[in-house]
């Protein structure tokens, strides 16, 4: 069964200040099938990036995602307030059928 | 514009079922199938099941399978999920979404209704 581990769990940072979230699974993901949510208090989780790279609809361009294989990155470019929250990544395909990382909560220092 | 609506809250007993709707709106929704998802306090969302809206095919996380039911009614645009055999394990926030179309990630959520099992 697959897991995906995401580091750091807690990262703290200032607006304007860049952030690397870093996601690795311990098994291979096809490319295809890697997302990233943001979920802010109270809410469900928002899709950003879908297929390692592609911004969800509306996603303002800070965000970007990268990787191959086990390991994947989401990058935010000048955080903004709006972006503290807690993100997590999620797999397709590999048992169990989808599963999620156990997020990074992203603090304002 | 996609929309999906819960059910309000539940509050149940241990060893009691729990039945979750999931009403949709502002698509067509034979064409795409519904997933439920699972979060506990502090922790990151657990996929649980998945129901394909035009034909009711499951297929859901082996930790669920034999306590699950998971329906569609495609007159009323509803997805449902029965959770039976509830233990204080099962206290959390379950989500309704909507796969995209190849299945691989979630594009549209509900609002999340939370579970509470308590004696």
């Known amino acids: 069964e697959i897991v995906l581990t995401q580091s750091p769990g807690t990262l703290c940072l200032s607006p304007g200040d860049s952030a690397t979230l870093s996601c690795r699974a311990s098994?291979?993901?096809?490319?295809?099938?890697l997302a990233w949510y943001q979920q802010r208090p109270g809410q469900p989780p928002r899709l950003l990036i879908y297929?390692?790279?592609h911004r969800a609809t509306d996603i303002p361009a800070r965000f970007s995602g990268s990787g191959s294989g086990t390991d994947f990155t989401l990058t935010i470019n000048r955080l903004e307030p709006e972006d503290f929250a807690v993100y997590y990544c999620?797999?397709?395909?590999?048992?169990?059928?989808?599963?999620f990382g156990q997020g990074t909560k992203l603090e304002i220092k | 514009q996609v929309q999906l609506v819960h059910s309000g809250p539940e509050v149940k007993k241990p060893g009691a079922s729990v039945t979750l709707t999931c009403k949709a709106s502002g698509y067509n929704f034979t064409n795409y199938g519904i997933t439920w998802v699972r979060q506990a306090p502090g922790h990151g969302p657990e996929w649980m099941g998945w129901v394909t809206a035009y034909n009711g095919n499951t297929r859901c996380s082996q930790k669920f399978h034999d306590r699950i039911v998971l329906t569609t009614d495609a007159s009323t645009n509803t997805a449902y999920m029965e959770l039976r055999n509830l233990t204080s394990d099962d206290t959390a926030i379950y989500y309704c979404s909507r796969p995209e179309e190849y299945g691989a990630y979630f594009d549209f959520w509900g609002q999340g209704v939370p579970v509470t099992v308590s004696s």
């Open positions: 999620q797999q397709y395909g590999n048992a169990p059928l989808y599963s």
């Open positions: 098994q291979s993901v096809r490319s295809s099938y």
């Open positions: 297929a390692t790279s």
